[in-house]
Nanobody
Framework: QVQVVESGGGLVQAGGSLRLSCAAS????????MGWYRQVPGKQRELVAI???????NYRGSARGRFTISRDNAQNTVFLQMNSLEPEDTGVYSC??????????????WGQGTQVTVSS
């Protein structure tokens, strides 16, 4: 079984920064994609940023230029550096990972989420 656990959310003023971390653990043979999604009440979960095992990245339009996703493959960890935060960035940020388990079966897992609140 594979799990991911997020950390680093909190309350910040507009214009401030936060760094989210997510560590994967368990029966991991490989991790392909890791990423961050955001959900606000009444709306569907949406992509913020994803990164492949090779380092290719993709961002939601409003995150591009302000957020940076990175990963430490040796530590099975993904990070999201969020700068110039805006109140519209508020939401629950969930970590995602997919890959192969030690049994060579595919997995995709989600974390519990961490709250990010940006005050104006």
């Amino acid at each position: 079984q594979v799990q991911v656990v997020e950390s680093g959310g909190g309350l910040v003023q507009a214009g401030g920064s936060l760094r989210l971390s997510c560590a994967a653990s368990g029966s991991i043979f490989s991790i392909n994609t890791m990423g961050w999604y955001r959900q606000v009440p009444g709306k569907q979960r949406e992509l913020v940023a994803i990164i492949s095992s090779g380092g290719s990245t993709n961002y939601r339009g409003s995150a591009r230029g302000r957020f940076t996703i990175s990963r430490d493959n040796a530590q099975n960890t993904v990070f999201l550096q969020m700068n110039s935060l805006e109140p519209e960035d508020t939401g629950v940020y969930s970590c995602y990972a997919d890959g192969l388990s030690n049994l060579r079966s595919p997995y995709n897992v989600w974390g519990q989420g961490t709250q990010v609140t940006v005050s104006s």
